[in-house]
């Protein structure tokens, strides 16, 4: 019996995702594209909450904390979730855990890099063909959005400062005159932290603006001025909804749509991706890479033009999500498995105005087809 061929374009989350789940399709084989540009030392964290899909992450996960808090300087509200805890898992250890489950049957590796030409991929100038081909490369960012950037370290402190129970998910006591601005800090120890600058603006800043920030909050907060910096990350996120529409492949991962728009977040969508992917070709149904539903894509677009036109009320609008929520509620509506019930409370507990103008404003676009 000949094998069907699948051929997956990328070396990152997304195409070893789903290339070590192919193992449920025995009728195939598959090659593996993963570039010259996927030959990185760079490492970084992926934060995700526990679900049913994310299980194995969750299982190999570096840390894992059940409270998070989103502080502001009117509050601070500290949610909690022991079946929904947060969690966060290294790349190179993901990549290697799917390396690991990558399937007996034959596959190739290559690292030449892909090229797209008149909407078809190609390697060496020879087009990639397969029964299924399935591409992540990184998409083109569109001009003037709104975008999530941020910039940060692993701060080293001599002495206890750190609460290592909890997460800084969001605390906006920060600098908000460039846009909305918080600080994210990731407790591995009493001593030792993963502190990020987190702007959601359409101007990325110099580096040294986010060092200063942070800077600035330790010393302020934690009265922490002698540190080490070790493990430097970064990171543009596009806070607008990417899905690459291609006549002859698949597109997953960030240009298959995989990012959620309003929160940047994408691991947990990106395992969603890969296993309904599986099912489909494992059950002969229409392949379908779309994993965000229509009505949290709506929200999150109206979410977006209020946060691009009110800045300043970024705090607020998070602030009542910590209020509102428990920490069960938060998780899934982060993770999108929210209830009709959550969804309608995070929509009461809005500011109303600004959010009754972006509805119209989103519907309005939508009505003429507007970008």
């Given at each position: 019996m000949i094998k069907k061929e699948i051929n997956i374009i990328g070396g990152g989350c997304a195409a070893l995702s789903l290339a070590r789940l192919i193992h449920n399709l025995p009728n195939y084989k598959f090659n593996l594209f993963i570039g010259n540009k996927n030959k990185t030392n760079k490492d970084h964290f992926w934060g995700f909450w526990k679900v049913k899909i994310n299980d194995d992450a969750y299982k190999k996960a570096n840390h894992v904390w059940s409270k998070w808090s989103i502080n502001t300087n009117?509050?601070?509200?500290?949610?909690?979730?022991?079946?929904?805890?947060?969690?966060?898992?290294?790349?190179?250890?993901?990549?290697?855990?799917?390396?690991?489950?990558l399937p007996s049957q034959k596959y190739t590796i290559l690292e030449n890099d892909v090229l797209e030409k008149d909407g078809q991929l190609f390697v060496k100038?020879?087009?990639?063909?397969?029964?299924?081909?399935?591409?992540?490369?990184?998409?083109?960012?569109?001009?003037?959005?709104?975008?999530?950037?941020?910039?940060g370290f692993v701060v080293t402190s001599e002495k206890d400062v750190f609460d290592q129970d909890i997460v800084t998910l969001m605390d906006f006591r920060c600098d908000q005159s460039r846009g909305m601005h918080f600080i994210y800090l990731l407790p591995?120890?009493?001593r030792?932290?993963?502190?990020?600058?987190?702007?959601?603006?359409?101007?990325?800043e110099n580096k040294e603006f986010y060092s200063a920030e942070i800077s600035k909050y330790l010393k302020k907060y934690f009265n922490l001025v002698k540190f080490t910096k070790?493990?430097?990350?970064?990171?543009?996120?596009?806070?607008?909804y990417i899905s690459c529409v291609s006549r002859e492949f698949f597109n997953i991962g960030t240009r298959g749509g995989a990012v959620r728009p309003?929160?940047?977040?994408?691991?947990?969508?990106?395992?969603?991706?890969?296993f309904q992917i599986i099912s489909q070709i494992k059950n002969r149904k229409k392949i379908n890479t779309q994993i965000h539903n229509a009505i949290d894509l709506f929200l999150d677009e109206i979410f977006i033009n209020v946060i691009n036109e009110y800045p300043i009320l970024a705090s607020k609008i998070f602030s009542s999500l910590g209020r509102i929520l428990n920490g069960d509620e938060m998780a899934k509506f982060m993770s999108g498995n929210a209830?009709?019930?959550?969804?309608?409370?995070?929509?009461?507990?809005?500011?109303?105005?600004?959010?009754?103008?972006?509805?119209?404003?989103?519907?309005?676009?939508?009505?003429?087809?507007l970008p």
């Open positions: 009117d509050s601070k509200h500290i949610l909690t979730s022991v079946k929904h805890p947060y969690c966060v898992i290294k790349r190179k250890k993901w990549l290697g855990i799917c390396k690991k489950q100038n020879k087009k990639i063909n397969g029964d299924l081909v399935f591409d992540s490369r990184p998409p083109k960012i569109p001009n003037n959005i709104l975008l999530q950037h941020f910039e591995f120890s009493k030792k932290a993963l502190v990020e600058s987190t702007m959601f603006s359409k101007t990325v070790s493990d430097h990350e970064k990171g543009i996120i596009p806070m607008h309003s929160s940047g977040y994408a691991f947990t969508f990106i395992q969603k991706q890969a209830s009709l019930l959550t969804t309608c409370k995070i929509i009461i507990s809005m500011p109303k105005i600004p959010f009754i103008k972006s509805f119209f404003y989103v519907v309005y676009r939508k009505w003429f087809n």
